[in-house]
């Protein structure tokens, strides 16, 4: 299983978090660059584990919008054996 570690104090802006989650996860060219585009990729990955580091600087500058990055992100784990995530610090 490929383990991808998110740093949430680099995750401060909507652009800077989609940035580096397309970096991080190699998303394609097309990504979106939002939510919706986001859980489309999630579906497409298979046999990875995604670790969120620093997550309260991440919530601290996006707020909501992090809650529902994150909801995300454990709404894809608890759906399938092949996808796992976990929050770390």
Do not use: W
Not at 3 to 32: C, F
Not at 59 to 78: C, H, K, P, T, V
């Amino acid at each position: 299983m490929r383990v991808i570690e998110l740093d949430g104090r680099h995750m401060d802006t909507r652009a800077a978090l989609h940035r580096r989650l397309k970096e991080a996860l190699s998303l394609p060219e097309y990504y979106g660059n939002n939510l919706d585009a986001l859980h489309d990729c999630l579906g497409e990955m298979r046999q990875v584990q995604i670790v969120l580091r620093y997550p309260q600087a991440l919530l601290n500058s996006l707020g909501n919008y992090g809650q529902r990055m994150i909801r995300l992100f454990e709404d894809e784990a608890a759906s399938r054996p092949d996808f796992r995530f976990r929050v770390e610090g």
